[in-house]
């Protein structure tokens, strides 16, 4: 391989490392983890740098893994998809063993490293991994069940980084998982909504009723409510050592308002801009939440 063609390749390869893995994916969920680590550590479990590159790099892998497992056992799938055909086993540029060896060592890293820091973050990653690939995936070309059954695992990261912290999983911890939880239904929904005809082609069953109709709009409504009321549990005092003070919980409402403003937007209209833009607006939610939290522990 000459100088000219030897960066490409690198590139190449690199880019579909981030492919296989969904980098963007990985790395919004790894914030998750990061921001529950912050919100977790105190007196009695003190921060640790060595403890959230562990976390950092153990959550990476094994989101990597998952998304690399996923993207296996779907490859014929994602073959019939526009925005998944050129991802890199279905489009022949890697073969499914070789994105199955990725995900073994990709697993293998992550649990090792998690458990380094206490076995129950390596546990509930591991749950994470069996739930997402094992359930949800398959799932997924059967049932709208499926997004209540991915819930799970997708509501695990923002509580693991407490768990990584602590050592603990108690009312801190669920109270993190049932924001993240209740968060995962108006964000995927709106997404089943604008990909809805693009899903259909390779029969993926992601709205609720199965139609972009009154019915799934009414449960992103109601959902996004529960969302609100999951994040304000904090400012009541019955959540253990995870508090937030009155002027957080207020722009937490305020966060609330605007995401059911959009849902309420999407009832009316009913158009696949409004549910990219419901989208939008749930990524924006959860990850300005965490931030609130955050500063609000370090600043009161």
């Known amino acids: ?6 960066p490409i390749f690198i590139r190449s390869l690199f880019a579909d490392f981030k492919a296989i893995t969904k980098a963007g ?15 977790g550590f105190n007196d009695a479990h003190p921060f640790s740098w060595m403890v959230l590159l562990k976390l950092a790099i153990g959550g990476y892998c094994m ?5 690399a497992y996923n993207q296996v056992i779907e490859k014929d799938l994602d073959a019939l998809m526009d925005r998944t055909k050129n991802r890199p086993v279905p489009a022949g540029r890697m073969s499914p063993n070789v994105a199955l060896v990725i995900a073994s060592i990709l697993t293998l890293i ?7 820091i206490n076995p129950k973050t390596a546990m509930f990653s591991a749950i994470s991994i069996f ?25 695990i990261p923002f509580m693991l980084g407490w768990v990584a912290a602590t050592g603990n999983f108690g009312i801190e911890a669920g109270t993190l998982f049932l924001i993240q939880f209740f968060w995962q239904f108006p964000h995927f929904w709106a997404i089943g909504w604008f990909l809805f005809e693009d899903y259909e082609k390779a029969g993926f069953f992601m709205l609720p009723t199965g139609k972009k109709d009154n019915g799934t709009a009414i449960q992103i409504i109601l959902y ?3 969302l609100i009321i999951a994040s304000l549990l904090p400012v009541l005092g019955y959540t253990g050592q995870l508090l937030i ?30 549910a990219r833009t419901l989208m939008l607006v749930s990524v924006s939610y959860i990850t300005l939440l965490q931030l609130i939290y955050i500063f609000d522990k370090f600043l009161r």
Not at 110 to 116: A, E
Not at 140 to 148: A, N, P, Q, R, Y
């Open 1 to 6: 391989m000459n100088a000219i063609t030897h």
């Open 25 to 39: 994916l990985a790395i919004s969920v790894l914030f998750s983890s990061i921001a529950g680590y912050l919100l």
């Open 63 to 67: 989101v990597g893994a998952s998304n």
């Open 110 to 116: 992550g649990i090792v490293l998690l458990y380094t």
């Open 131 to 155: 739930l997402y690939t094992s359930i949800y995936t398959p799932l997924k070309t059967i049932t709208s069940l499926s997004v209540f059954v991915g819930a799970f695992p997708g509501a």
């Open 224 to 226: 996004t409510i529960w």
């Open 245 to 274: 003070t009155p002027l957080a919980a207020f722009f937490v409402f305020l966060l609330g308002i605007w995401m059911l403003y959009y849902a309420v937007r999407l009832y009316k209209l009913k158009t696949a801009k409004a």
